[in-house]
C-alpha cells in the first residue's frame, strides 16, 4: 500500500514555510536595501573623484577653476559649473533644477531651496547646490528624491562637500562625506547634538560614519 502525504500534512508543512519566510524576508530585504546603499555610496565617492582627478588633468587644478559669485543665481550658476567641469566624466542620464522643501522631522526648520540635479546611470541621483562653496547631496536610489526633502538621511540621502585644496589644507581637491564640526572620533560621528547620524541627530555624518567604518553599515547604524 503506498504512503503518501495528508492534506492536513501538506497544509501544517506550507504554513510552517511560510512562517520561515515571514520571519527572514524582512531580514534579508534590509541586507539587501543596506547593501545597495553602501555599493552605490562607495561607487559614487570613487566615480565623482575620479571625475574631478580627469578634469583637473584638461582644465588645470580645480584650485584654479572659475566658481559661481554668491550673488549668482545658484541653480544657473552650479549647472554651468557642472556642465564645464564635471559632466563628460560621469555616466548620467540626463539633469534637471528642482526646487526642494527641505524640512527637519522634528518641525524645527522648513524652507525651499532650488538644487541642481544630475541622475546617473546606476539608478542613483545627486544634488548640488552653491553656496559659498558645493553642498551635494547623494541619493542610492533617485527614487528618493521628491520635491519634499527630510533632513534626516540615514537611509535615503547623505552629505557630502566639494572641497578645494586651498581651503581646507588637503594638497588636493576632493568630494568627501559632510564632517563639519567632527571631533575626529567614531562616536562623535553618531553623537553630535546636530548632525550626528542618530535617530535626534540630522544624519549628515552618516555618509562619513559609513566610511570610517570601511563601506559597511554596522548593527549599531540606524537604519
Not at 545658484?74 to 534637471?96: G, H
Not at 562625506?177 to 575626529?184: C, I
Amino acid at each position: 500500500m503506498n504512503k503518501g502525504f495528508t492534506l492536513a500534512e501538506v497544509l501544517i508543512t506550507l504554513g510552517i514555510i511560510g512562517i520561515v519566510a515571514a520571519l527572514t524576508m524582512p531580514a534579508l530585504i534590509s541586507n539587501h536595501q543596506k547593501k545597495v546603499v553602501v555599493t552605490r555610496l562607495e561607487k559614487f565617492y570613487t566615480n565623482i573623484n575620479q571625475a574631478i582627478k580627469l578634469s583637473e588633468a584638461e582644465n588645470g587644478g580645480c584650485e584654479n577653476w572659475t566658481y559661481p559669485s554668491n550673488s549668482a543665481s545658484p541653480d544657473i550658476a552650479t549647472k554651468e559649473f557642472f556642465d564645464k567641469y564635471m559632466r563628460k566624466y560621469m555616466q548620467i542620464l540626463s539633469e534637471e533644477s528642482l526646487l526642494l522643501n527641505v524640512y527637519d522631522p522634528d518641525g524645527s526648520d522648513n524652507y525651499f531651496t532650488r538644487v541642481h540635479v544630475v541622475y546617473l546611470s546606476d539608478g542613483s541621483a545627486m544634488t548640488i547646490k552653491w553656496f559659498a562653496g558645493f553642498d551635494i547631496s547623494f541619493y542610492p536610489r533617485a527614487s528618493d528624491l521628491t520635491s519634499e526633502v527630510g533632513i534626516l538621511n540615514s537611509r535615503s540621502k547623505f552629505s557630502f562637500d566639494f572641497m578645494k585644496s586651498a581651503s581646507v589644507g588637503l594638497g588636493k581637491c576632493s568630494v568627501e562625506p559632510y564632517s563639519y564640526k567632527w571631533d575626529g572620533t567614531r562616536e562623535g560621528l553618531k553623537s553630535h547634538s546636530r548632525y550626528g547620524c542618530s535617530k535626534s541627530g540630522n544624519g549628515n555624518f552618516c555618509a562619513r560614519l559609513i566610511q570610517y567604518d570601511g563601506w559597511q553599515i554596522k548593527d549599531d547604524y540606524p537604519w
